[in-house]
């Protein structure tokens, strides 16, 4: 099965207000990483210590790196039409949804899938259904946590092993069952296109 699994770490929970920091994406093969797209983003905004605390990401790791504008078209390429993995997928979709928007980029044309109500769906009874917890659960092999790349692996994995649970006769699960298993409506993200630039008559005279 193939598909790409990402993750990314913000300045805070609001889309739109606060900033991406960080993008990581890893692109599978079953088992197999193929690839993988990781880049720290430039918020053009300080880092709250807060989000510093969780991420370990601070101003000045991303003071000279690419803002968010100059990432978006590649991150789309990227991902292209794969089937899209996160854990918590929502969050992460608004947060680059409202970049996509902001900057009229296109945008991955894939199914996002979320690994949050699957695993509360297929592991049921743990005590909680944070991404370190049900690593640990599956004995995933895992170091740090909260930064993009190394999540997005972890999630990937974790979505692996959730096929794995609900495949019949040893065929991968088909897309339309693991969609059921959020309990939600099929999500892509919405085609965005650039809007006609408006003349602007006051430099012309």
């Known amino acids: ?37 990781s880049t720290l983003i430039n918020p053009k905004i300080p880092i709250p210590a807060g989000a510093s605390n969780v991420n370990k990401i601070f101003d000045h790791m991303v003071a000279d790196k690419p803002t968010v504008d100059t990432v978006l078209e590649a991150f789309t390429e990227f991902c292209g039409d794969s089937i899209l993995v996160a854990h918590n997928a929502p969050f992460d979709a608004q947060f680059l949804l409202a970049d996509y928007k902001r900057h009229e980029f296109p945008t991955p044309r894939g199914v996002v899938l979320d690994t949050l109500p699957i695993a509360r769906k297929v592991l049921a009874g743990l005590a909680n259904y944070k991404l370190g917890t049900l690593v640990q659960h ?55 296109e650039k809007k006609p630039k408006q003349l602007d008559l006051m430099s012309l005279l």
């Open 1 to 37: 099965m193939k598909f790409i699994a990402f993750d990314l770490e913000t300045t805070g929970t609001v889309p739109g207000a606060d900033q991406i920091v960080e993008i990581g994406a890893v692109r599978f093969d079953g088992d197999q990483v193929e690839a993988v797209f």
């Open 138 to 192: 599956l004995k995933i092999p895992a170091g740090q946590f909260h930064r993009a790349e190394e999540d997005a692996v972890y999630a990937g994995r974790l979505f692996l092993e959730l096929v794995r649970r609900v495949s019949v006769g040893g065929q991968p699960a088909p897309l339309a069952t693991l969609v059921s298993l959020t309990g939600k409506l099929e999500f892509r993200f919405p085609v965005i």
